[in-house]
Nanobody, 117 residues
Framework: VQLVESGGGLVQAGGSLRLSCVAS????????MAWYRQAPGKQRELVAQ???????NYADSVKGRFTISRDNAKNTVYLQMNSLKPDDTAVYYC????????????WGQGTQVTVSS
């Protein structure tokens, strides 16, 4: 299963971006989809996750500013990011737990988000 992210870029503080991640390949089902981020010199951290039934949770640092959603028919997950801060600057990675005769997990290649002050 391959994941391809899009939607990153450069934005001023207070601005918004919307990330998308499409899963392709042989997929019977995708349970959990998530967004992680990794800033330079820091560990990768979970930003938000969503289950197949659309149950969500978020890192405390993004609650109230970011919204994760998914379209199960399109095997796509989104991350709407509002009120962006310079501290949100990082490479954002999509992650998915899937089943296609076996259980597996995939990562996208990452998309850069840069927030200028």
């Amino acid at each position: 299963v391959q994941l391809v992210e899009s939607g990153g870029g450069l934005v001023q503080a207070g601005g918004s971006l919307r990330l998308s991640c499409v899963a392709s390949g042989i997929i019977f089902s995708i349970n959990r989809m998530a967004w992680y981020r990794q800033a330079p010199g820091k560990q990768r951290e979970l930003v938000a996750q969503i289950t197949e039934s659309h149950s969500t949770n978020y890192a405390d640092s993004v609650k109230g500013r970011f919204t994760i959603s998914r379209d199960n028919a399109k095997n796509t997950v989104y991350l709407q990011m509002n009120s962006l801060k310079p501290d949100d600057t990082a490479v954002y990675y999509c992650n998915a737990d899937y089943y296609n005769r076996v259980f597996g997990a995939s990562w996208g290649q990452g998309t850069q988000v840069t927030v200028s002050s």
